[in-house]
Nanobody, 123 residues
């Protein structure tokens, strides 16, 4: 089992920055794939950025050049640095994990989830 706890959400004006963090605990191994997903009201959950156990990174086109995902295997943490935020980035952001041998932005491939942290970007 893997437990995930997010922190760092909040409210910011468009153009601002936020940094999300996720602390993982339980049966943690370096090959664990970790990712950030988000869900806005009335919309499906979508992949934002993921980082595999072997260091591969994949990001959604909508956040490329603005969001950076990183992990610290020694501390079992996952971060998401979000810059140049837009109102359309407003959503509940979730940290997710899965043991898999490929990299994926599909939420269906992740079986461990945090409770989420709200990000609100005002115009």
């Amino acid at each position: 089992q893997v437990q995930l706890v997010e922190s760092g959400g909040g409210s910011v004006q468009a153009g601002g920055s936020l940094r999300l963090s996720c602390a993982a605990s339980g049966n943690i191994y370096s090959r664990l794939s970790l990712g950030w997903f988000r869900q806005a009201p009335g919309k499906e959950r979508e992949g934002v950025a993921v980082i595999s156990g072997f260091g591969g990174v994949k990001s959604a086109d909508s956040v490329k050049g603005r969001f950076t995902i990183s992990r610290d295997n020694a501390k079992n943490t996952l971060d998401l640095q979000m810059n140049s935020l837009k109102p359309e980035d407003t959503a509940m952001y979730y940290c997710a994990a899965s043991y898999m041998d490929y990299i994926s932005l599909s939420s269906a491939d992740y079986n461990y989830w945090g409770q989420g942290t709200q990000v609100t970007v005002s115009s």
